[in-house]
C-alpha cells in the first residue's frame, strides 16, 4: 500500500467536534460515514477549527479508512463540497502517480481478503484499531486501468442491486403489516 498511497492520519482533534464552535470546516466522523453509501455530508458537523495547526483539507480522489472498530472499511471521496477534514479515527489515503483509481483502490480493501488481513493485524481488546503500519503493508494488486473500471462498475451494480432488494423487502414487510392490521380491525367489527 505504501507505494500506492500516502498514508495520513485524520486531523487531530483535542476536544470532542460538538466542543468546537460553528464554522465552515466539516469534520467526517466515523457516524457520517456508511461503507456502501459514502459520505453523507449533510450529517457532517461544521466547525471551526482552531488556527495553531496546518489544515490538510479533503479532495476529491482522497480515500478515507476508518482505523477502529469491528468492521474496517475504506470510502473514495468523489467530491468534496465543502472544506472538510476526517477526525483522527480515520487514515486519510492520498494516491500516488495514476495507476490506482480512488474508487478501486477502496474496494480492493473493502474486499475479504484485505479484510482477513487487517482483522488479523487489528490491536486492541475491546475496541479493535489499526495501525499505519499495518495499512502500509496492505498488499494491493494493480491490474489495467480497464480492468479497474469494470470492477468498480460491477461493484457499483452490485450495491445499487442491494439496495433496491432492501427496498423491495422492506415495502413487502410493509404491506405485510398492513394485511395483518386490516385483519386484525375487521375481526373486531
Known sequence: MAEVAEIAAGHPLRSGVDEFPAGDTGV???RNVDPEAGVDWASVSRVELPPARRIEFL????VIFSTRGARTYAVALSAVPFPAVCSPHFFVLRIRGGAVEPRFLAWQINQLPAQEYLQREATGSHIL???REVIE???????SRARQAAIVAFAEDATREKRLLSALIENRQQQMNALAAGLRASNKE
Do not use: S
Request: aromatic letters at 0%; a positive charge; proline letters at 12%.
Open 137 to 143: 503493508r496492505l498488499e494491493i494488486v494493480i491490474p
Open 59 to 62: 479532495n476529491p480522489g482522497h
Open 28 to 30: 467526517i466522523q466515523m
Open 129 to 131: 484499531n489499526i495501525r
